[in-house]
């Protein structure tokens, strides 16, 4: 059974740094693209960045310099770090798993879901 588990969420203050990860079990992890995804209250789930098995890697214009999506194959465990964070990018994150080559950056690529981690970014 696919699980992925994020962790790592919680309170900053802005200019602050986090670092969020998502342990995958039940899936060959370095087979799958993985991407991190976050969702505000009233607001629309859009995409932050996403980590193909190779390496090569997207983002969002708006966490470009900012984030920076890694992945370890062995730990098969898929990190963001997140640097500069602004009360704007206070949301639940979350990670997901695609198995479909493609782009990243839709959600209809994406077959897995975690339950997400909460980001909270104070002014």
């Known amino acids: 059974q696919v699980q992925l588990v994020e962790s790592g969420g919680g309170l900053v203050q802005a200019g602050g740094s986090l670092r969020v990860s998502c342990a995958a079990s039940g899936l060959t992890f370095s087979a799958y693209a993985m991407g991190w995804f976050r969702q505000a209250p009233g607001k629309e789930r859009e995409f932050v960045a996403g980590?193909?098995?190779?390496?090569?890697?997207n983002y969002a214009e708006s966490v470009k310099g900012r984030f920076t999506i890694s992945r370890d194959n062995v730990k098969n465990t898929v990190y963001l770090q997140m640097n500069s964070l602004e009360p704007e990018d206070t949301a639940v994150y979350y990670c997901?798993?695609?198995?479909?080559?493609?782009?990243?950056?839709?959600?209809?690529?994406?077959?897995?879901w975690g339950q997400g981690t909460q980001v909270t970014v104070s002014s």
């Open positions: 980590i193909r098995g190779g390496g090569f890697t």
């Open positions: 997901a798993a695609s198995s479909v080559i493609g782009d990243t950056s839709y959600d209809y690529n994406y077959k897995y």
